[in-house]
């Protein structure tokens, strides 16, 4: 990774993109089309009510076109909009986008899906109607990888936590870059559960060295590991599209995991090391190039 004046002004951040921006940055130019577009005005009907100021697209931004001249939809999660949480509109805008693309596939259209996290999980205002919407993604991903490859990215720090790390790991392959966090449980549910002295969240290094993008690269969890720029990353997800559907989806893999867990004595304690050696993943096969 080179670090010249002249590399560092040639630096598309994809990171510093908005959810809509990002998705235009996926598609192929001239493609993008806006389903729900916040001019139609579809937002959460629980936010006003308790004095939360609305956004027009409930911060999802759900845009169909073409990757590689094939048809495609986008799925961006807003990470600037409440944290990236999701609630019923949103998450019923991501599903219903799911939907659509697996219904096309039945009818002979290959439309594949990329979704592009940025979450912290169920929004709280809204959580039951946002839990039951997040069960709907994690169903209609399920069905659409049946036909198509479902990719997954994570970018910014905001991560993909909760629920929604749930519907990463049903991807058929997930990228990140080493600003990316992946875990079911936020760093502060962990530290309120289990004590600062076992996990601060406040501790950054500490953080990422256990749910950073890198880590969860060499465990196996995510497929490839790339820098934060816009071209790499575009490149990225049109190669793993072009791979087609893998010979055993990760998620189908639980047994695997199950033994690797057991094999861990929980009286030692954890470190990014130990994970590594439980997992027992050699990077350099998983399905992208991984960046030092």
């Not at 944290?83 to 002979?108: T, Y």
């Not at 519907?167 to 990316?180: D, H, N, P, W």
């Not at 690797?260 to 030692?268: E, I, K, N």
Request: with cysteine; proline share 3%; glycine share 12%.
């Amino acid at each position: 990774m080179s670090n010249s004046p002249l590399s560092l002004t040639e630096h598309n951040s994809f990171v510093e993109l908005d959810a809509r921006a990002r998705v235009r940055a996926l598609l192929d130019a001239g493609t993008f089309r806006e389903l729900i577009d916040p001019f139609e005005r579809v937002t959460s009907p629980w936010l006003a009510r308790q004095g939360v100021v609305t956004q027009s697209d409930d911060g999802v931004v759900v845009g169909k076109g073409q990757i590689d001249g094939q048809p495609a939809v986008v799925l961006a999660i807003e990470g600037a909009f409440q944290g990236g949480s999701l609630g019923e509109v949103g998450g019923a805008k991501i599903a219903g986008a799911l939907e659509l693309a697996a219904a096309d596939n039945r009818k002979g259209v290959p439309t594949r899906a990329v979704i592009l996290f940025e979450t912290g999980g169920v929004r709280l205002q809204e959580a039951n109607l946002g839990l039951a919407a997040i069960a709907e993604i994690h169903s209609a991903i399920v069905d659409l990888r049946q036909y198509q490859p479902v990719i997954g990215v994570v970018a910014g720090s905001v991560g993909c936590f909760g629920g929604m790390s749930i519907a990463a790991g049903l991807c058929s392959y997930l990228v990140a870059t080493r600003e990316a966090r992946v875990g079911l449980n936020g760093p502060q549910v962990i530290e309120q559960e289990a004590g600062i002295a076992e996990y601060d969240s406040r501790d950054r290094p500490f953080i990422w060295s256990f749910t950073g993008g890198e880590q969860r690269f060499r465990t196996g969890l995510v497929d490839a590991y790339v820098q934060d720029d816009t071209t790499e990353i575009r490149n990225t997800v049109a190669g793993l599209l072009r791979r087609g559907r893998p010979e055993v989806e990760r998620s189908d893999q639980y047994g695997h995991y199950l033994e690797r867990l057991s094999s861990y004595d929980a009286r030692v304690q954890a470190t990014p090391d130990i994970v590594r050696q439980v997992y027992h993943v050699n990077h350099l096969n998983s399905a992208g190039a991984g960046h030092e």
